[in-house]
């Protein structure tokens, strides 16, 4: 196909509320750098509309969801989905496989960025952050001794998958000098051994952490993974901090521990339906923070991961396998062997 006629699309969810690329404009310099244009999609809710599926050679996309419903009326023109970030959990990842449509993410962009939104829970909660902010606006100033927070130092923290966003977050709190435990079956002992980390069964790591940071992939086995009979598990002194998917954690369940004491607090970027019910019991305890999926998003995330993702696209334009590809089954596909070189 002559590179001319290409389309690639960018959904609306990459742009702000005045319409600026989330990412800002340098990164689209890369697709000028390579010679070609690219479009805005209008706005289809959650969905990728199945035109936008069927017209384009790219999509470069956020958040927006793609089932088999929308790939049903696919032309075989579509090569690559580019997600800004690294979960593809509102991805059909076994239909667009079948199609031979590749699936990117950007791993290693995210990392850091994300592994500090941990940190900052962690620091927030450990020190009562939310509510000493509140006591001097309201008054309270008297009252400021009677909210200590806890030292980390001699603490343990939990790790629930540890890709490469957790093993960032370990090396982040060596400094602080906590004992760190982990809990992932796909996670090798030579990795374990190379960031200093115990490997412990789940149930281990929930009864014996003081903080645990939810940091795996939502899929069928991770849903619901930190249930009722999970959170009883953990101390009353604990506290659970989301920067994975909201799912991964059952929400009922978290805020009646919450509402009991069952558990100390929670730091989540992520909740069970996003956006979020306003009347949603979470926005009202002090012992929680909660941020809109978003707490990680700095000028320098936002520009690494939009490189990367732009990157895979050119790569794909030009015929050749871009770097992190989700969907591997996938490569020996006819359709992505007609657009491949040598």
Do not use: Y
């Not at 990367?308 to 596909?333: Q, W």
């Amino acid at each position: 196909m002559n590179e001319g006629t290409i389309r690639i699309g960018l959904t609306a969810d990459l742009f702000d509320s005045t319409g600026r690329p989330l990412f800002g404009t340098a990164p689209l310099q890369l697709f000028a750098d390579a010679g070609l244009a690219w479009e805005k999609l209008p706005p289809d809710g959650e969905s990728i509309s199945v035109s936008h599926l069927g017209n384009f050679d790219a999509l470069f996309i956020g958040g927006a969801k793609v089932t088999e419903e929308t790939l049903a009326q696919d032309k075989g023109r579509l090569r690559v989905l580019a997600r800004n970030g690294v979960g593809f959990d509102a991805l059909d990842i076994p239909a667009l496989s079948q199609r031979g449509i590749l699936v990117t993410n950007t791993p290693v962009a995210v990392r850091h960025s994300v592994a500090t939104t941990a940190l900052t829970f962690i620091l927030a909660l450990s020190l009562r952050l939310p509510l000493k902010s509140r006591l001097p606006r309201e008054g309270r100033w008297a009252q400021r001794g009677d909210f200590p927070g806890i030292g980390l130092p001699g603490r343990t923290i939990g790790i629930i998958g540890f890709g490469g966003i957790g093993q960032e977050l370990a090396r982040l709190m060596r400094p602080f000098n906590l004992r760190t435990l982990v809990s992932d079956p796909a996670v090798s002992d030579a990795i374990c051994a190379q960031h200093a980390v115990e490997r412990v069964g789940l149930d281990t790591l929930l009864g014996q952490a003081d903080f645990v940071v939810v940091a795996c992939l939502l899929d069928a086995s991770t849903r619901h993974l930190i249930n009722a009979n999970r959170l009883a598990l953990m101390k009353r002194t604990a506290f659970i901090i989301n920067i994975a998917r909201g799912p991964v954690i059952d929400e009922p369940a978290l805020i009646r521990a919450l509402r009991s004491g069952a558990i100390a607090g929670a730091g989540l970027d992520v909740v069970e339906k996003e956006p979020p019910d306003n009347g949603n019991p979470l926005f009202t305890m002090e012992n929680v923070i909660v941020t809109p999926h978003s707490l990680c998003w700095t000028d320098t995330f936002m520009d690494g991961v939009a490189r990367t993702a732009i990157k895979s696209i050119i790569d794909v334009v030009h015929g050749t396998l871009p770097e992190f590809i989700v969907n591997r089954d996938a490569i020996g596909h006819a359709r992505v062997t007609g657009w491949l070189k040598g």
